[in-house]
């Protein structure tokens, strides 16, 4: 599994930002896939998941009704859709390969993690 996080950059708050997670190895399709973020000093956090089919999303209280995570049919690239951003979502974004089909939101349900992608909000 290689992944590749992007699509982070600076916004105003307010303003949208959609991430992407891709599998350059194409070898995710059957796996759970979920986002986490880490701000500077904190500890990393749960943000959204998405089970192996799309069909069982979760999301961290602090972003529901304002991130969407969605997958590809192909199966291989992961969308993070953020509106409504805040300056407190500010943060390194991850995404991260779980250990099996289904949606985790413990980051010990994860195997594999890719490269964060950085994304701040002025307010």
Known sequence: VQLQASGGGLVQAGGSLRLSCVDSKRTFSNNG??????AAGKER????????R?????????VKDRFTI????GGNTVYLQMNSLKSEDTAVYFCAVARSASSSMSAAGYRYWGQGTQVT???
């Open 33 to 38: 896939v979920g986002w986490f973020r880490q």
């Open 45 to 52: 956090e749960f943000v959204a998941t998405i089970d192996w």
């Open 54 to 62: 799309g069909g069982s999303v979760k999301y961290a209280d602090s």
């Open 70 to 73: 969605s997958r590809d049919r």
């Open 121 to 123: 909000v002025s307010s």
